[in-house]
Every structure is written in structure tokens, then in C-alpha cells.
């Protein structure tokens, strides 16, 4: 009776740990439908990376797309799906940023390259709409795991047709080998341009078009492709990017692992911190808390338990 009474009580204080850091994490969401007319500031950084290998041509991807929005919107800021589209030749997108983003990828898993794909925080390969279920499995995990993270800030602006982010917080966890910042910018509802096969849609979600790094132990920007603008002399203290108008777009700041460091071993490939920032519609189904339904069961049952043994001792 002891250890299934010790192990009804560690599952409901994880599963009620889990809940309480899901319900104090709110998403940064801006919805287009609103005008723009002030600085938005943007603070966080347990968010959970989700990487998205797709492809326009690709039929099971177009099909699962819709669906992972709504996944998105539904964990709030938990987690962050990044969709990165291949310069194949074939895909109607093939941005230069997202091919940066693949190869580095493959540094961490060589085998990558079938579409869907989907790697949660530098971690195992899982491919296919019906590998969800171990997707969602390996983001519970993470979330357990993920007691220590950097906290990260920026402020975004708007002026005229230009949109400019920049670095405003800063407190990295400590780890011995070298890391950089990174700006992320994706588009949601990007049209999808005539002359491509195209199985399903007009247009897809979350497309990563543009990517900048500064590498913090050298201070200095060491990619900058699709944005406009990309400019640092200290990392942590001023490193901002500036794009054009976009009529929908996310932004995401990681803090993570050098490339020349993942060279070095592949194992580092997990972020040691993450905030997004999303201008779009969003639209949260509250019946999709299944976190929060899972606990109060839980807890039901226990409740209903004491109070039996009680009656019965």
C-alpha cells in the first residue's frame, strides 16, 4: 500500500508541476486585426523548439499543416513549431535562411531528410504525421527536464513599412562551450507561388525566411540572410534585426549551441533558451488543455482514495 500510495503522489505532484508552469507561461501574441502603435516587449525563455522539415510538394505535410497551427496555438508559448522548407528544386519556397537551419539539423541528425519530419530540442528524428503522438511524448519530457534556462528579452517596433527587434534581456545559464543568439523569423499564410506542385492549399504556415546569429565569446554577427538589416557590436547588450512588413509573421530570439561547437559534439544540440513573438490570429481551444484534465482526474482519484482508506481503516 506504501508504494502505490508514494507513487499516486509523485505522479500528481510532476503532472500538477507540469500545470502550473504551462498556466504561468503566456504566449506574446499580437493579432493583425489591431493596430500597431506602440513598442511590444517580449520576455521569456523555457518555450520548447519544435523543427519542422516540409516541403510544398510534399501531401501528408500540406495536410498536417492546419493541424499544427492549432497544436501551436493550444500549448500558448510551451512550445515554438519552426517549418523549414529545402532548396531542392522542387520546393516552391527554398529559402536561403531555412537551408542554413537544415544543415544544421543534420550536424546533430545526418539521417535527416524525409518529409514530415519534426526533432523537438536537437533530439531524436521523427517522421510522419502518425510520429505526433512521439512528438507530443518527447515535448512532456523536455518540459520536465527544462528547470534551467536563459532568460531572454527583446522589444519590437514598427515604423512605416519596417519592422525592427533588439535585444533587451539577457541572464544566460552557465555552460562551458561557446553559444550565440539567434533571430528566427517565419511567415504564416505564405502564398504559394504558381508553377510548383502543390497537392493541397493555397499557401503554408510558418516558414522560416530569415536567420541571423551573433556569436557571444567573439561579440559579432556571424550570419545574416533574409533580413534587411542585422547589427551587434555586444551580443547581449544590442544585437537587432529589421525586416519589411509582413502581413503576418512570428519571431523567434534562441540562445544555443555554436555551430563549430556542434562540429565538435553533436550531443549539445538541445537550446538553452527560447522566446517568441507571434503577429497573427490565434485562436486557443480550451478543451484542448488536456495537461490540466489529465491533473484534476489524477487528483479526483486521489481524493476518493484517503477518503476510502480512511472509511475502511
Not at 28 to 33: A, G, T
Not at 161 to 170: C, G, M, Q, R, V
Not at 214 to 227: D, H, M
Not at 275 to 282: C, L, N, S, T
Request: some cysteine; charged content about 20%.
Amino acid at each position: 500500500m506504501f508504494d502505490r500510495r508514494m507513487a499516486l503522489t509523485v505522479l500528481i505532484t510532476v503532472l500538477i508541476t507540469l500545470s502550473m508552469q504551462s498556466s504561468n507561461v503566456t504566449a506574446v501574441v499580437k493579432e493583425p486585426s489591431s493596430q500597431w502603435q506602440e513598442e511590444v516587449n517580449v520576455l521569456g525563455g523555457r518555450t520548447i523548439l519544435v523543427e519542422e522539415l516540409s516541403a510544398t510538394w510534399c501531401t501528408s505535410c500540406a495536410e498536417i499543416d492546419p493541424y499544427l497551427q492549432q497544436v501551436a496555438d493550444s500549448h500558448g508559448s510551451r512550445i515554438s513549431i519552426v517549418t523549414y522548407h529545402p532548396t531542392d528544386g522542387e520546393d516552391a519556397f527554398q529559402p536561403e535562411a531555412a537551408s542554413h537551419r537544415i544543415d544544421r539539423m543534420k550536424m546533430i541528425n545526418p539521417e535527416l531528410g524525409s518529409t514530415p519530419a519534426f526533432v523537438v530540442e536537437g533530439g531524436e528524428v521523427r517522421v510522419g504525421p502518425n510520429s505526433w503522438p512521439d512528438v507530443q511524448k518527447d515535448i512532456l519530457k523536455k518540459e520536465t527536464e527544462n528547470q534551467q534556462y536563459s532568460q531572454l528579452g527583446f522589444n519590437i517596433n514598427k515604423n512605416s513599412d519596417e519592422y525592427t527587434a533588439k535585444i533587451t534581456n539577457f541572464n544566460p545559464i552557465y555552460v562551458e562551450y561557446e553559444t550565440q543568439l539567434t533571430f528566427i523569423l517565419m511567415k504564416h499564410e505564405l502564398a504559394v507561388p504558381e508553377g510548383f506542385v502543390n497537392p493541397a492549399g493555397d499557401s503554408r504556415d510558418r516558414v522560416v525566411t530569415a536567420v541571423a546569429t551573433c556569436n557571444l565569446a567573439q561579440n559579432n554577427i556571424t550570419q545574416s540572410v533574409g533580413f534587411t538589416q542585422a547589427i551587434s557590436n555586444n551580443c547581449s547588450d544590442n544585437f537587432s534585426v529589421t525586416f519589411n512588413n509582413s502581413e503576418k509573421f512570428s519571431l523567434v530570439l534562441i540562445h544555443e549551441t555554436t555551430e563549430n561547437e556542434l562540429a565538435s559534439n553533436s550531443k549539445l544540440g538541445e537550446n538553452l533558451g527560447l522566446v517568441e513573438f507571434a503577429y497573427r490570429d490565434i485562436t486557443i481551444d480550451e478543451t484542448d488543455d488536456y495537461l490540466s484534465i489529465v491533473v484534476a482526474s489524477i487528483a479526483s482519484m486521489g481524493i476518493l482514495w484517503a477518503i476510502y482508506e480512511r472509511k475502511t481503516s
